[in-house]
């Protein structure tokens, strides 16, 4: 059974503001932060340290593991919280979805359809683009001190004026960009 886009936005909306209401605003991109931290943890024992000192228990010599008391360093040391699983959730959700959608064809997999109009057929090239266009927003919501999920869909939930003016931002951008990159339809 495959939902329209509109049925997929309702749900979509209905669980962010389930999430909003009962445990806290969703955000991601910070997971991605904890995750490297954990990596290095399991590398260097000094990278996270249990502290009397800190407000959380835990400290780190990175600056932002460290802020806040060290709460970061404390999901770095302990990282089954809601928000790390969250994200563990993401993807275990996506992945079950395209399971019950009875996978994923071929051509979804190395493209799609107005992908390989505008690009050809080149796996290769769609997967650099992709890893380029994930690092650029990734970076670019770090330094925002945020994501996409944290200002977009939590933040207007919460009528952050912050999150409409982030939100107009991005369609601004990401219309015309598309309308560019995309000039044959597939």
Same mark, same amino acid.
């Given at each position: @059974?495959?939902?329209?886009?509109?049925?997929?936005?309702?749900?979509?909306?209905?669980?962010?503001?389930?999430?909003?209401?009962?445990?806290?605003? =969703?955000? #991601?991109?910070?997971?991605?932060?904890? *995750?490297?931290?954990?990596?290095?943890?399991?590398?260097?024992?000094?990278?996270?340290?249990a502290?009397?000192?800190a407000?959380?228990?835990?400290?780190?010599?990175?600056?932002?593991?460290?802020?806040? +008391?060290?709460?970061?360093?404390?999901? #770095?040391?302990?990282?089954?919280?809601y928000?790390? =699983?969250? =994200?563990?959730? #993401?993807m275990? +959700?996506?992945?079950?979805?395209?399971?019950?959608?009875?996978?994923? &064809?071929?051509?979804?997999?190395?493209?799609?359809?107005?992908?390989?109009?505008?690009?050809?057929?080149?796996?290769?090239?769609?997967?650099?683009? =992709? *890893?380029?266009?994930? *690092?650029?927003?990734?970076?670019?919501?770090?330094?925002?001190?945020?994501?996409? &999920?944290?200002? @977009?869909?939590?933040? @207007?939930?919460?009528?952050?004026?912050?999150?409409?003016?982030?939100?107009?931002?991005?369609?601004?951008?990401?219309?015309?960009?598309?309308?560019?990159?995309?000039?044959?339809?597939?």
């Amino acid at each position: @059974m495959i939902l329209s886009w509109k049925t997929g936005g309702i749900l979509l909306g209905a669980v962010f503001f389930a999430a909003v209401l009962l445990v806290k605003p =969703v955000g #991601v991109s910070t997971q991605f932060v904890i *995750f490297d931290g954990i990596l290095w943890d399991a590398v260097d024992d000094t990278a996270v340290v249990a502290s009397k000192d800190a407000k959380s228990g835990y400290a780190s010599p990175n600056a932002y593991l460290n802020k806040s +008391g060290g709460k970061y360093a404390k999901n #770095v040391a302990n990282p089954w919280n809601y928000s790390f =699983v969250f =994200v563990l959730a #993401v993807m275990g +959700g996506a992945a079950l979805s395209a399971l019950l959608r009875g996978g994923v &064809s071929r051509e979804e997999r190395v493209a799609p359809a107005i992908w390989r109009a505008n690009f050809g057929d080149a796996a290769w090239k769609r997967q650099v683009a =992709v *890893f380029a266009a994930g *690092f650029i927003v990734l970076y670019g919501a770090r330094m925002a001190g945020g994501c996409t &999920s944290g200002h @977009m869909m939590s933040g @207007m939930m919460q009528t952050a004026l912050s999150a409409y003016i982030f939100t107009a931002g991005v369609f601004l951008a990401a219309v015309p960009a598309a309308i560019l990159t995309y000039r044959k339809e597939g």
